[in-house]
Each structure stands twice: as structure tokens, then as C-alpha cells.
């Protein structure tokens, strides 16, 4: 799947990334993308923000995001 762009704020984010790691994969019958930063992770909280993202912790670590209606972030079918 080919995805824009989804917000600058992310670049951070994945940049941030513990470990230098980064997993993804996705539920197409739920329409979200999983992006993981650290694998095995124990996520313990998390924040959705604007433009349906989730951002997800372990203690205060970002450790993954959940992008929610991820097909319709495409800008071309693969």
C-alpha cells in the first residue's frame, strides 16, 4: 500500500524510533496500518490525535502508531 504523507509531525516519531526498528502491517477488513517502533512492545497507554493517528506508549516511549482508515490516505491503488 502507498501512502502519502500522513502528517509531518510522524517524522519525528520515526526517527525517534528505539532501537533503530521499525515493523509494520495492516488490517484491510479494519482499514488500519500498525506501524511498530520496538518489537516485542508493551504498549500502556496511548493518544489518539488530530487526523485519526494513534500514538502509542510504553511508559513514556513511543514505541508505535496506529493509523486508522489507512486506505483512504492512498493517493493511487497498488
Not at 500500500?1 to 509531525?9: F, H, N, R, S, T
Not at 506508549?57 to 486508522?68: A, F, H, Q, R, S
Request: charged share 25%; no cysteine; hydrophobic share 40%.
Amino acid at each position: 500500500m502507498a501512502l502519502e504523507l500522513v502528517d509531518l509531525k510522524m517524522i519525528p516519531l520515526v526517527q525517534a524510533a528505539p532501537e533503530h526498528y521499525l515493523w509494520s502491517s495492516d488490517d484491510a477488513e479494519a482499514e488500519v496500518l500498525y506501524i511498530n517502533f520496538k518489537k516485542p512492545s508493551q504498549t500502556n497507554d496511548s493518544e489518539l490525535i488530530d487526523d485519526n493517528i494513534i500514538i502509542r506508549y510504553e511508559g513514556e516511549t513511543v514505541i508505535g502508531l496506529n493509523i486508522l482508515h489507512a486506505s483512504r490516505r492512498t493517493s493511487k491503488k497498488v
